[in-house]
């Protein structure tokens, strides 16, 4: 069981499991397509964490259960004013992994819905599998809010500057194919198999000497921090525009309309 975690709390919204040197932790909120809440945030980073000091772990893949992936910060709980993050390790940010670096390969397998916070853990991941029939995308700013978890630090970095700004921007899906072509994911699974495909590809990289791996994930991840989004300096970019937007009046409208299956009605502050 994952540490700094409640044993019900981690059964009931993550699994944890170990096979053949490949920790799999599936986000497990099915009837919520697995959105974040505070819940979620810290079982996912207590498993990431456990998965991280295992020595039998070499590699770890992150998916979610039922068919969606993530389908990011849980609006219904934001629009209440609760908090989604674990308040013990809010430096790990988002879902308890999107700030959380480990020194071992973290594959993401998109097995579904994956828009907003799912892409932004997709993001954050060092390798991604994609299901056939799911999109990512960064639909924030058409809930008043803006992509917080990383998705703007690290969008620009993995695509063309103009196809992130219309990513960013437009908040349109980009479907599995297209997402392929841009060189966001390293492979596309046929219908249901996202998971079978990411562990396939786990056990490639886990059949590799662990040191060497997690050494070359470490120069890899050390001289391009500026680059992929995990620098400091960018962060605290970040929760300036965080503090700006979600503070605002269209940021509590965006999450109420959406609550009230309704369409916002924007003021700009």
Not at 58 to 83: M, N, W
């Given at each position: 069981?994952?540490?700094?975690?409640?044993?019900?709390?981690?059964?009931?919204?993550?699994?944890?499991?170990?096979?053949?040197?490949?920790?799999?932790?599936?986000?497990?909120?099915?009837?919520?397509?697995?959105?974040?809440?505070?819940?979620?945030?810290?079982?996912?980073?207590?498993?990431?964490?456990?998965?991280?000091?295992?020595?039998?772990?070499?590699?770890?893949?992150?998916?979610?259960?039922?068919?969606?992936?993530?389908?990011?910060?849980?609006?219904?709980?934001?629009?209440?004013?609760?908090?989604?993050?674990?308040?013990?390790?809010?430096?790990?940010?988002?879902?308890?992994?999107?700030?959380?670096?480990?020194?071992?390969?973290?594959?993401?397998?998109?097995?579904?819905?994956?828009?907003g916070g799912?892409?932004?853990?997709?993001?954050?991941?060092?390798?991604?599998?994609?299901?056939?029939?799911?999109?990512?995308?960064?639909?924030?700013?058409?809930?008043?809010?803006?992509?917080?978890?990383?998705?703007?630090?690290?969008?620009?970095?993995?695509?063309?500057?103009?196809?992130?700004?219309?990513?960013?921007?437009?908040?349109?899906?980009?479907?599995?194919?297209?997402?392929?072509?841009?060189?966001?994911v390293n492979?596309?699974?046929?219908?249901?198999?996202?998971?079978?495909?990411?562990?396939?590809?786990?056990?490639?990289?886990?059949?590799?000497?662990?040191?060497?791996?997690?050494?070359?994930?470490r120069v890899?991840?050390?001289?391009?921090?500026?680059?992929?989004?995990?620098?400091?300096?960018?962060?605290?970019?970040?929760?300036?525009?965080?503090?700006?937007?979600?503070?605002?009046?269209?940021?509590?409208?965006?999450?109420?309309?959406?609550?009230?299956?309704?369409?916002?009605?924007?003021?700009?502050?």
């Amino acid at each position: 069981m994952a540490p700094d975690c409640d044993p019900a709390a981690s059964e009931s919204v993550i699994r944890y499991e170990v096979r053949d040197h490949i920790a799999i932790i599936t986000l497990n909120r099915p009837d919520a397509l697995n959105a974040v809440n505070a819940e979620l945030s810290a079982a996912a980073g207590a498993a990431l964490e456990e998965a991280a000091q295992d020595p039998s772990v070499r590699v770890v893949v992150i998916t979610g259960a039922g068919r969606a992936f993530c389908a990011g910060a849980d609006l219904k709980e934001i629009a209440a004013g609760r908090r989604i993050d674990d308040p013990d390790h809010r430096e790990w940010d988002f879902a308890g992994i999107v700030r959380h670096y480990v020194p071992k390969p973290v594959i993401a397998a998109v097995n579904g819905f994956a828009l907003g916070g799912g892409t932004e853990i997709m993001l954050a991941a060092d390798l991604a599998v994609i299901d056939e029939g799911a999109s990512v995308g960064l639909p924030e700013v058409k809930r008043g809010l803006i992509a917080g978890a990383g998705g703007l630090l690290r969008i620009h970095r993995q695509v063309p500057q103009k196809v992130a700004a219309e990513i960013a921007l437009t908040g349109r899906p980009v479907s599995a194919a297209r997402a392929y072509e841009l060189g966001l994911v390293n492979a596309v699974a046929p219908s249901g198999t996202a998971l079978a495909v990411a562990v396939d590809l786990a056990a490639e990289v886990a059949a590799n000497a662990p040191l060497a791996v997690s050494e070359s994930k470490r120069v890899m991840h050390e001289t391009a921090k500026a680059q992929r989004g995990w620098d400091d300096e960018s962060w605290k970019i970040n929760s300036s525009a965080i503090r700006t937007v979600f503070t605002s009046d269209d940021a509590k409208e965006g999450p109420r309309a959406f609550a009230e299956k309704r369409a916002p009605e924007w003021t700009g502050r």
